[in-house]
Protein backbone atom coordinates (compact mmCIF):
# COMPACT_ATOMS: atom_id res chain seq x y z
CA UNK A 1 0.00 0.00 0.00
CA UNK A 2 0.90 3.80 0.23
CA UNK A 3 4.68 4.81 1.07
CA UNK A 4 5.20 7.34 3.63
CA UNK A 5 8.44 7.74 2.69
CA UNK A 6 8.09 7.99 -1.07
CA UNK A 7 4.34 9.43 -0.91
CA UNK A 8 3.66 6.33 -3.42
CA UNK A 9 -0.44 5.24 -3.21
CA UNK A 10 -2.01 1.65 -3.90
CA UNK A 11 -3.86 2.22 -7.17
CA UNK A 12 -6.85 0.91 -7.28
CA UNK A 13 -8.42 -0.14 -10.69
CA UNK A 14 -11.99 0.22 -11.43
CA UNK A 15 -12.79 -2.00 -14.54
CA UNK A 16 -15.92 0.25 -15.72
CA UNK A 17 -18.16 -1.18 -18.69
CA UNK A 18 -21.81 0.02 -20.05
CA UNK A 19 -24.92 -0.07 -18.39
CA UNK A 20 -23.47 -1.09 -15.04
CA UNK A 21 -25.37 -1.62 -12.04
CA UNK A 22 -24.71 2.36 -10.16
CA UNK A 23 -24.42 0.57 -6.35
CA UNK A 24 -22.01 -1.35 -7.49
CA UNK A 25 -19.60 1.51 -8.86
CA UNK A 26 -20.38 3.65 -6.37
CA UNK A 27 -19.03 1.64 -3.75
CA UNK A 28 -15.43 1.50 -4.30
CA UNK A 29 -15.35 5.03 -5.27
CA UNK A 30 -16.80 6.12 -1.64
CA UNK A 31 -14.82 3.24 -0.42
CA UNK A 32 -11.60 3.87 -2.35
CA UNK A 33 -11.56 7.24 -3.73
CA UNK A 34 -12.32 9.50 -1.48
CA UNK A 35 -9.97 11.24 0.15
CA UNK A 36 -9.11 9.54 3.74
CA UNK A 37 -5.82 10.63 4.54
CA UNK A 38 -6.61 12.39 7.80
CA UNK A 39 -6.77 8.37 8.69
CA UNK A 40 -3.79 7.03 6.91
CA UNK A 41 -1.69 8.49 4.46
CA UNK A 42 -1.39 8.58 1.50
CA UNK A 43 -4.48 6.69 0.76
CA UNK A 44 -5.67 4.68 -2.09
CA UNK A 45 -5.47 6.00 -5.94
CA UNK A 46 -8.72 5.17 -7.46
CA UNK A 47 -8.86 4.77 -11.44
CA UNK A 48 -11.82 4.65 -13.14
CA UNK A 49 -10.72 2.50 -16.31
CA UNK A 50 -13.33 1.80 -19.75
CA UNK A 51 -13.02 -1.61 -20.21
CA UNK A 52 -14.62 -1.10 -23.79
CA UNK A 53 -15.04 2.11 -26.29
CA UNK A 54 -17.19 4.52 -24.91
CA UNK A 55 -19.00 6.73 -24.28
CA UNK A 56 -19.98 4.66 -21.24
CA UNK A 57 -23.21 5.03 -18.81
CA UNK A 58 -24.33 3.60 -15.95
CA UNK A 59 -27.73 1.47 -15.76
CA UNK A 60 -29.45 5.14 -14.65
CA UNK A 61 -28.00 6.53 -18.02
CA UNK A 62 -25.59 8.41 -16.30
CA UNK A 63 -22.47 9.37 -18.30
CA UNK A 64 -19.23 7.62 -16.54
CA UNK A 65 -16.26 9.45 -16.96
CA UNK A 66 -13.27 6.79 -17.07
CA UNK A 67 -9.87 8.46 -18.30
CA UNK A 68 -8.07 5.49 -18.06
CA UNK A 69 -8.14 2.73 -20.08
CA UNK A 70 -7.00 -1.15 -20.17
CA UNK A 71 -3.18 -0.77 -19.58
CA UNK A 72 -3.77 1.06 -16.56
CA UNK A 73 -5.38 -1.66 -15.48
CA UNK A 74 -2.91 -3.85 -15.55
CA UNK A 75 -0.49 -1.93 -14.27
CA UNK A 76 -2.51 -1.66 -10.70
CA UNK A 77 -2.12 -2.48 -7.50
CA UNK A 78 -5.77 -3.71 -7.09
CA UNK A 79 -8.12 -4.90 -9.97
CA UNK A 80 -11.52 -4.61 -9.35
CA UNK A 81 -14.28 -5.80 -11.39
CA UNK A 82 -17.61 -4.84 -10.10
CA UNK A 83 -21.49 -5.69 -11.45
CA UNK A 84 -22.10 -6.32 -15.17
CA UNK A 85 -25.09 -5.79 -17.39
CA UNK A 86 -26.32 -9.15 -18.52
CA UNK A 87 -25.02 -8.77 -21.57
CA UNK A 88 -21.77 -8.33 -20.63
CA UNK A 89 -22.23 -11.02 -17.97
CA UNK A 90 -22.64 -13.61 -20.80
CA UNK A 91 -20.49 -12.34 -23.27
CA UNK A 92 -17.50 -10.43 -21.06
CA UNK A 93 -15.22 -7.96 -23.83
CA UNK A 94 -12.13 -9.99 -24.61
CA UNK A 95 -9.59 -7.28 -23.72
CA UNK A 96 -11.52 -7.07 -20.73
CA UNK A 97 -10.93 -10.76 -19.57
CA UNK A 98 -7.32 -10.61 -21.14
CA UNK A 99 -6.13 -7.51 -18.84
CA UNK A 100 -7.63 -8.89 -15.62
CA UNK A 101 -6.24 -12.40 -16.87
CA UNK A 102 -2.77 -10.60 -16.86
CA UNK A 103 -3.07 -8.31 -14.17
CA UNK A 104 -3.11 -11.81 -12.12
CA UNK A 105 0.23 -13.00 -13.77
CA UNK A 106 1.60 -9.86 -12.83
CA UNK A 107 0.27 -10.52 -8.70
CA UNK A 108 -1.59 -8.50 -8.41
CA UNK A 109 -5.06 -8.35 -6.27
CA UNK A 110 -8.40 -9.29 -8.27
CA UNK A 111 -11.75 -8.12 -6.36
CA UNK A 112 -14.62 -8.86 -8.24
CA UNK A 113 -18.44 -7.26 -6.84
CA UNK A 114 -21.66 -9.13 -7.13
CA UNK A 115 -21.81 -10.44 -11.32
CA UNK A 116 -18.52 -8.64 -11.93
CA UNK A 117 -17.33 -12.76 -10.72
CA UNK A 118 -18.32 -13.73 -14.24
CA UNK A 119 -15.13 -11.95 -15.52
CA UNK A 120 -12.77 -13.72 -13.18
CA UNK A 121 -14.12 -16.47 -14.43
CA UNK A 122 -13.68 -16.09 -17.88
CA UNK A 123 -10.42 -15.08 -17.34
CA UNK A 124 -9.87 -18.53 -15.88
CA UNK A 125 -9.23 -17.15 -12.41
CA UNK A 126 -11.69 -18.73 -10.40
CA UNK A 127 -11.23 -22.57 -11.81
CA UNK A 128 -10.60 -25.01 -8.64
CA UNK A 129 -11.72 -21.94 -5.88
CA UNK A 130 -14.72 -21.07 -3.85
CA UNK A 131 -16.36 -18.11 -4.55
CA UNK A 132 -19.48 -16.15 -4.81
CA UNK A 133 -22.19 -13.60 -6.69
CA UNK A 134 -25.74 -12.15 -6.48
CA UNK A 135 -27.30 -15.81 -5.09
CA UNK A 136 -30.08 -14.67 -8.26
CA UNK A 137 -27.15 -15.84 -10.45
CA UNK A 138 -25.43 -18.41 -8.70
CA UNK A 139 -27.27 -21.57 -10.50
CA UNK A 140 -26.19 -19.77 -14.15
CA UNK A 141 -23.00 -19.14 -13.00
CA UNK A 142 -22.11 -22.50 -11.91
CA UNK A 143 -23.88 -24.02 -15.25
CA UNK A 144 -21.48 -21.62 -17.13
CA UNK A 145 -18.35 -22.61 -15.15
CA UNK A 146 -18.43 -25.82 -13.37
CA UNK A 147 -15.23 -25.47 -12.39
CA UNK A 148 -15.70 -22.95 -9.39
CA UNK A 149 -17.01 -23.78 -6.55
CA UNK A 150 -20.52 -21.16 -6.20
CA UNK A 151 -20.96 -20.59 -2.32
CA UNK A 152 -24.05 -18.59 -1.66
CA UNK A 153 -24.13 -18.93 1.61
CA UNK A 154 -21.00 -16.29 2.40
CA UNK A 155 -20.87 -12.26 1.95
CA UNK A 156 -17.65 -12.72 0.12
CA UNK A 157 -14.66 -14.85 -0.25
CA UNK A 158 -10.90 -14.29 0.46
CA UNK A 159 -8.34 -16.85 -1.64
CA UNK A 160 -5.57 -14.54 -1.03
CA UNK A 161 -5.48 -13.21 -4.51
CA UNK A 162 -8.55 -13.51 -5.42
CA UNK A 163 -11.74 -12.12 -3.97
CA UNK A 164 -15.52 -12.26 -4.82
CA UNK A 165 -18.38 -10.56 -3.20
CA UNK A 166 -22.32 -11.62 -2.88
CA UNK A 167 -24.38 -9.30 -4.44
CA UNK A 168 -25.57 -5.32 -4.11
CA UNK A 169 -24.74 -4.69 0.00
CA UNK A 170 -22.15 -7.12 0.18
CA UNK A 171 -20.05 -4.94 -2.10
CA UNK A 172 -19.80 -2.56 1.03
CA UNK A 173 -18.76 -5.71 3.37
CA UNK A 174 -16.21 -6.33 0.63
CA UNK A 175 -14.82 -3.44 -0.08
CA UNK A 176 -14.05 -2.69 3.64
CA UNK A 177 -12.20 -6.09 4.21
CA UNK A 178 -10.07 -5.15 1.49
CA UNK A 179 -9.03 -2.00 3.44
CA UNK A 180 -9.48 -4.36 6.75
CA UNK A 181 -6.50 -6.54 5.13
CA UNK A 182 -4.39 -3.50 4.13
CA UNK A 183 -4.98 -1.23 6.85
CA UNK A 184 -6.84 -2.92 9.90
CA UNK A 185 -10.25 -3.47 11.82
CA UNK A 186 -9.61 -0.09 13.09
CA UNK A 187 -9.35 1.75 9.72
CA UNK A 188 -11.94 -0.44 8.69
CA UNK A 189 -14.58 0.44 11.03
CA UNK A 190 -14.08 4.02 11.05
CA UNK A 191 -14.65 4.17 7.35
CA UNK A 192 -17.67 1.99 7.83
CA UNK A 193 -18.35 4.90 10.35
CA UNK A 194 -18.09 7.78 8.27
CA UNK A 195 -20.18 6.01 5.66
CA UNK A 196 -22.76 5.47 8.49
CA UNK A 197 -22.68 1.83 7.26
CA UNK A 198 -22.90 -1.04 10.17
CA UNK A 199 -19.28 -2.57 10.85
CA UNK A 200 -18.22 -4.75 8.64
CA UNK A 201 -19.92 -7.53 8.47
CA UNK A 202 -18.24 -11.38 8.46
CA UNK A 203 -17.74 -12.97 5.26
CA UNK A 204 -19.46 -16.06 6.60
CA UNK A 205 -22.97 -14.47 7.48
CA UNK A 206 -25.27 -15.22 4.52
CA UNK A 207 -26.28 -13.82 2.07
CA UNK A 208 -29.75 -15.28 0.72
CA UNK A 209 -33.51 -14.19 1.23
CA UNK A 210 -34.06 -15.84 4.80
CA UNK A 211 -32.19 -12.50 6.13
CA UNK A 212 -35.33 -10.51 4.76
CA UNK A 213 -37.51 -11.19 7.95
CA UNK A 214 -39.82 -9.28 8.38
CA UNK A 215 -39.42 -5.83 10.15
CA UNK A 216 -40.96 -6.55 13.47
CA UNK A 217 -38.73 -9.80 13.91
CA UNK A 218 -36.01 -7.64 13.93
CA UNK A 219 -36.98 -4.88 15.63
CA UNK A 220 -35.25 -6.28 18.71
CA UNK A 221 -31.91 -7.63 17.24
CA UNK A 222 -30.39 -4.26 15.99
CA UNK A 223 -30.43 -2.52 18.81
CA UNK A 224 -29.17 -5.69 21.04
CA UNK A 225 -25.99 -5.84 18.34
CA UNK A 226 -25.35 -2.03 19.38
CA UNK A 227 -25.96 -3.01 23.06
CA UNK A 228 -23.36 -5.52 22.82
CA UNK A 229 -20.90 -4.00 21.08
CA UNK A 230 -20.70 -1.67 24.11
CA UNK A 231 -20.41 -4.57 26.91
CA UNK A 232 -18.02 -6.70 25.14
CA UNK A 233 -16.02 -6.51 28.08
CA UNK A 234 -18.53 -7.59 30.11
CA UNK A 235 -19.77 -11.55 31.42
CA UNK A 236 -22.37 -12.22 28.73
CA UNK A 237 -24.89 -15.00 28.14
CA UNK A 238 -28.11 -15.79 25.73
CA UNK A 239 -30.17 -14.79 28.92
CA UNK A 240 -28.80 -11.54 29.05
CA UNK A 241 -29.36 -10.87 25.15
CA UNK A 242 -32.69 -12.33 25.42
CA UNK A 243 -33.33 -10.11 28.75
CA UNK A 244 -31.65 -6.79 26.61
CA UNK A 245 -33.92 -7.95 23.16
CA UNK A 246 -36.93 -8.74 25.48
CA UNK A 247 -37.42 -12.13 24.18
CA UNK A 248 -37.64 -15.48 25.67
CA UNK A 249 -34.67 -17.24 24.99
CA UNK A 250 -35.81 -19.86 22.44
CA UNK A 251 -36.99 -16.72 20.06
CA UNK A 252 -34.33 -14.86 20.70
CA UNK A 253 -32.08 -17.95 19.27
CA UNK A 254 -34.11 -18.58 16.31
CA UNK A 255 -34.46 -15.09 15.05
CA UNK A 256 -30.78 -14.12 15.71
CA UNK A 257 -30.03 -16.92 13.62
CA UNK A 258 -32.75 -15.81 11.00
CA UNK A 259 -30.98 -12.82 10.82
CA UNK A 260 -27.35 -12.78 11.53
CA UNK A 261 -26.29 -16.26 10.13
CA UNK A 262 -24.80 -17.62 13.35
CA UNK A 263 -25.90 -18.28 16.73
CA UNK A 264 -25.41 -15.46 19.33
CA UNK A 265 -22.95 -16.88 21.19
CA UNK A 266 -21.00 -17.07 17.72
CA UNK A 267 -21.88 -14.10 16.71
CA UNK A 268 -20.24 -12.40 20.34
CA UNK A 269 -17.17 -14.37 20.18
CA UNK A 270 -16.53 -13.06 16.38
CA UNK A 271 -17.03 -9.29 18.20
CA UNK A 272 -14.49 -9.77 21.11
CA UNK A 273 -12.02 -11.60 18.24
CA UNK A 274 -12.36 -8.35 16.15
CA UNK A 275 -12.31 -6.09 18.96
CA UNK A 276 -9.01 -8.05 20.17
CA UNK A 277 -7.38 -7.56 16.83
CA UNK A 278 -8.15 -3.74 16.50
CA UNK A 279 -6.42 -3.78 20.15
CA UNK A 280 -3.36 -5.99 19.19
CA UNK A 281 -3.30 -3.18 16.19
CA UNK A 282 -3.38 0.11 17.57
CA UNK A 283 -2.12 -0.27 21.09
CA UNK A 284 0.70 -1.78 23.25
CA UNK A 285 -1.26 -2.85 25.66
CA UNK A 286 -0.58 -6.57 27.01
CA UNK A 287 -2.13 -9.31 26.44
CA UNK A 288 -3.82 -9.42 29.60
CA UNK A 289 -5.42 -6.03 29.14
CA UNK A 290 -6.84 -7.27 25.87
CA UNK A 291 -8.15 -10.22 27.39
CA UNK A 292 -9.62 -8.14 29.78
CA UNK A 293 -11.28 -5.19 27.60
CA UNK A 294 -12.54 -8.00 25.41
CA UNK A 295 -14.24 -10.17 27.81
CA UNK A 296 -12.15 -13.64 27.45
CA UNK A 297 -11.76 -13.17 31.37
CA UNK A 298 -8.32 -14.64 31.68
CA UNK A 299 -5.30 -14.63 29.28
CA UNK A 300 -5.07 -18.36 28.47
CA UNK A 301 -8.66 -18.10 27.55
CA UNK A 302 -8.15 -15.44 25.53
CA UNK A 303 -5.01 -16.88 23.61
CA UNK A 304 -6.99 -20.04 23.13
CA UNK A 305 -9.93 -18.68 21.83
CA UNK A 306 -7.80 -16.30 19.37
CA UNK A 307 -5.71 -18.80 17.95
CA UNK A 308 -8.13 -21.71 17.15
CA UNK A 309 -10.27 -18.88 15.25
CA UNK A 310 -7.16 -16.82 13.34
CA UNK A 311 -4.76 -19.18 13.43
CA UNK A 312 -2.22 -17.28 15.18
CA UNK A 313 -1.49 -16.14 18.75
CA UNK A 314 -2.25 -13.06 19.74
CA UNK A 315 1.51 -11.66 19.62
CA UNK A 316 2.06 -13.73 16.30
CA UNK A 317 -0.91 -11.45 15.31
CA UNK A 318 0.47 -8.54 16.39
CA UNK A 319 3.86 -9.01 14.47
CA UNK A 320 3.07 -10.03 11.35
CA UNK A 321 0.70 -6.96 11.15
CA UNK A 322 3.35 -4.99 12.69
CA UNK A 323 5.69 -6.23 9.83
CA UNK A 324 3.37 -5.61 7.13
CA UNK A 325 2.54 -2.40 7.89
CA UNK A 326 5.96 -1.30 8.15
CA UNK A 327 7.04 -3.51 4.91
CA UNK A 328 3.71 -1.65 2.99
CA UNK A 329 5.03 1.83 4.37
CA UNK A 330 8.39 0.93 2.65
CA UNK A 331 7.40 -0.50 -0.68
CA UNK A 332 4.16 0.71 -1.35
CA UNK A 333 2.37 -3.23 -1.30
Not at 11 to 26: K, R
Not at 58 to 75: C, F, K, Q, T, Y
Request: charged content about 25%; proline content about 6%.
Amino acid sequence: MPTKDAGRRHIVAVAVTDAMPTFELAVPCEVFGVDRSDIVEPWYDLRLCAAEPGPLRNSAGMRIHAPHGLEDLVEADTVLVPALARGVQVNPPAPLTEAVRAAHERGRRIVSLCTGAYVLAAAGLLDGRTVTTHWMNADDFAHRFPAAHVDTGVLYTDDGDVLTSAGTAAAIDACLHVVRRDFGASVAHEIARRMVAPPPREATQTQVSRLLVQADESDGITPLLDWVREHLDQPLTVAEFARIARMSERTLARRFHEIMGVTPMQWLLRQRIRLAQELLETSDAAIEEVSRRTGFGTAATFRHQFKRVTGQSPLTYRHVFRTHAARRDLTGH
